[in-house]
Structures are given as C-alpha cells and as structure tokens.
C-alpha cells in the first residue's frame, strides 16, 4: 500500500502489481493516518478491464486503468467547481461514463475540454 495526494485529495492505493505504484510516482506521499479514500481493485475488475480493453493488457495495467478510474469518478463532486469546469469537462466526463468508457478515454474527453492552466492543472490534476 502507498499513499498519493492529488486534487487536494489523499488516497491509499492498496495495489497488487508494482506497476501501478510506479504510475503514481509523482504524487506519492509518506503514509497517513486517515486518506480522504481507500482505493483497492478486485481481481474481478481487472478481468474485466482486461475484457473490454482495444488492445491485448497485463493484469498490471489493467489495474493502473481500474485505479485510475476508483480515483476520477468522484473528483467532480470534490473539486472545487467553477464556470469552466461544471460546464465543458462535466458534460464530457458525464457523458464518457454513459457511454462505459475506459477510464483513460474519460480522461482523454476531459483533458480535450479544458485549456492550457484551468483549474484541473491548478489542482494538480495531471489526467
């Protein structure tokens, strides 16, 4: 287990492969008493993030991919919102989870409707 710190956010990431320790590099932090969210992924998620993925995967990656998603899904509810954020990247964030994209294409759609310095870079948020 490590701990993260992202968006004003502490995370405990209880991971399984090295891999996804090595994702989050940037952002570890020493551990904490009580993290804002505990993010463990099931081996059942990863078969299935294994599944539905365009391109042959590692379970190591799949479970970067199923971390990754456990973090993004509730950031817009703890984001501090402003015009820009409630407006293009909610509307594209709740749209690519209708669509049951992967969490990376969530991300891609959110990253395309932000510019350069918004509020997500602020937070440090690197999607």
């Given amino acids: 287990m490590f701990y993260i710190k992202i968006a004003d956010l502490t995370v405990a990431i209880d991971n399984k492969y090295e891999y996804v320790r090595m994702l989050c590099r940037d952002y570890i932090i020493p551990p904490v008493e009580?993290?804002?969210?505990?993010?463990?992924?099931?081996d059942e998620e990863i078969k299935e993030e294994i599944a539905i993925a365009e391109f042959p995967v590692s379970e190591a990656y799949a479970e970067g991919?199923?971390?990754?998603?456990?973090?993004?899904?509730?950031?817009?509810?703890?984001?501090?919102?402003?015009?820009?954020?409630?407006?293009?990247a909610r509307k594209n964030f709740e749209k690519s989870l209708k669509k049951g994209l992967t969490s990376g294409k969530v991300c891609d759609r959110i990253r395309g409707s932000l510019p350069r310095g918004s509020l997500m870079g602020a937070a440090g948020l690197d999607l």
């Fill in 34 to 42: 009580s993290p804002d969210t505990v993010v463990k992924v099931s």
């Fill in 65 to 88: 991919v199923c971390v990754y998603r456990h973090i993004c899904k509730p950031l817009p509810e703890r984001v501090q919102h402003t015009s820009e954020f409630r407006g293009r």
